[in-house]
């Protein structure tokens, strides 16, 4: 069974806190950037749902442990795309998430 993908890639909850971090530092036009290129991935990704990476991130996330290590990561990297690391698709976030959870 696979556990919903949005819920395990929340690009569109990053996206909500990057428009409020928007609004809080608003000479900061990173924060607006960062939240449409999410939009953009949260688009993407949904439309891996089902897809052989899905079922390869959904498999880490059997063992709570490792689910929850796996939960901190993603994350963290949700919150560094338009800072710090950027992605030309979903499916490449997907698998760089998936890389990262699986070491």
């Known amino acids: 069974m696979h556990i919903d993908i949005n819920a395990l ?3 569109a909850g990053t996206a909500y806190w ?3 971090k928007a609004i809080e530092f608003p000479d900061d036009e990173r924060n607006l950037q960062a ?7 949260a688009v993407e990704i949904a439309a891996l749902e089902g ?3 899905h079922a390869q991130l959904d498999k880490i996330f059997e063992d709570e442990d490792s689910g929850l290590i796996a939960m901190s990561f993603i994350s963290d990297m949700l919150r ?3 800072f710090s ?3 030309a698709t979903g499916e490449e976030l997907l698998q760089a998430i ?6």
């Open 51 to 53: 897809s052989k990476l």
């Open 35 to 41: 939240a449409h290129e999410l939009d953009r991935l």
């Open 85 to 87: 690391r950027w992605y």
């Open 9 to 11: 890639v929340d690009c």
């Open 98 to 103: 998936v890389d990262t959870c699986s070491d």
């Open 80 to 82: 560094q795309i338009g």
């Open 18 to 20: 990057r428009r409020n």
